[in-house]
């Protein structure tokens, strides 16, 4: 079994994005309801560990909020200034999709610093691996803007934090939610220590970025893999992208350490997408992943989860990555896992298509590099 730590704060579920219709505001022109980022798909993943004794047998990483220079590292001081101002002045909109509540600054600022405790405390030895379930996500958080429900870029500062303190010299990031991790593309886009690989369903979110022509610039040119599927992918798409590109863009690259932005909505549930996994393709995933680490980094990783809508489906793909991630086994079964529920999972031939133009793109420039 595996020493896996665990990040986890009730305040994480504080974060309030107000009443919406689906991702939409409104303030009397439609009905209200909950906006989609809210707590419960994370929630139900922790009472899901809680009720079957999983949380007490994963380790509990201390952190601390991210302080104004520990968020510098990325974000620009009039943008920290203008998340600040809007948390404490009642909310407001800190970029495109990217709502604050009250008192949402701290709670982002909790995030940052869940996210890089656990990438230290993994860096340094003290853990085999770590999960952070963190609030808000990260992902799409870019240098002066929050877009797409994120607020401050966790993985991205996590990463930042450990390369300035020495515990890592070269870091991957692979970048599975179903949306382009374009925050973190863009905070390490002319680095050559960082490889960033995304794959996500083709112009989702955001609609202009993530395409197989963004590969790096200057020192970072050829260390920017994106991995754009077309919707409708399933299982076997997905699996193919991981042992085609993915995989030799790790063994390639030799990290020292790979961080995961963990986002489950590239489920067949997912009200946010148009792909079609399930949990054990995640749990699949994770088996790959933990092999690589294994062999090129002494099995130094994390995950950080982004984002994922269902809340009755995110927790059983969480509680899969975790099982894998710990060596922990628990009765917990996904009743829809059955391919006759959710069909189309096959490699289609325009599906693997997408998937050359990745290798003959991308990968082909970070081997070039490398």
Partial sequence: M??????????????????????????????????????ETKRKLKNLLDAYEVTPQLHAIPFTEANNEDLLRF???????????????????AGEYAPVG????????LGVGGTSAAIAAVARGELDNAYALVRPPGHHAERDQGRGFCVFNNVGLGVLSALEAKLVDRVAVVDWDVHHGN?????????????????????????????????????????NVNVPLPAGSGGEAYLATMDDIVLPALYAFKPSMIVVACGYDASYFDPLSHMLLLANHFRQFTQKIMQAADELC??????????????????????????????????VRDPYAATEFVANQALMPHQQEYINRAHGGPLAALLEQC
């Fill in 2 to 39: 595996n020493k896996t730590g665990f990040v986890w704060q009730e305040r994480f579920m504080w974060h309030f994005n107000g009443p919406a219709a689906g991702t939409y505001p409104v303030s009397g022109d439609l009905q209200p309801g909950v906006h989609l980022e809210n707590a």
């Fill in 75 to 93: 974000h620009t001081p009039g943008y920290i200034e203008k998340v600040q101002h809007l948390s404490d002045h009642g909310g407001g909109d």
């Fill in 102 to 109: 009250a008192g949402s600054a701290e709670i982002a600022r």
């Fill in 183 to 223: 925050g973190t593309q863009q905070c390490f886009y002319d680095r050559a220590d960082v490889l960033t690989i995304s794959v996500h369903q083709e112009m989702l979110y955001p609609s202009d970025l993530g395409t197989t022509e963004e590969t790096g610039d200057a020192a970072g040119e050829g260390f």
């Fill in 298 to 331: 002494g099995g130094r990783l994390v995950m950080n989860h982004e984002g994922g809508y269902s809340d009755f489906y995110v927790p059983l793909c969480g509680m899969a990555v975790i099982e894998e991630l710990s060596g922990l086994q628990t009765p």
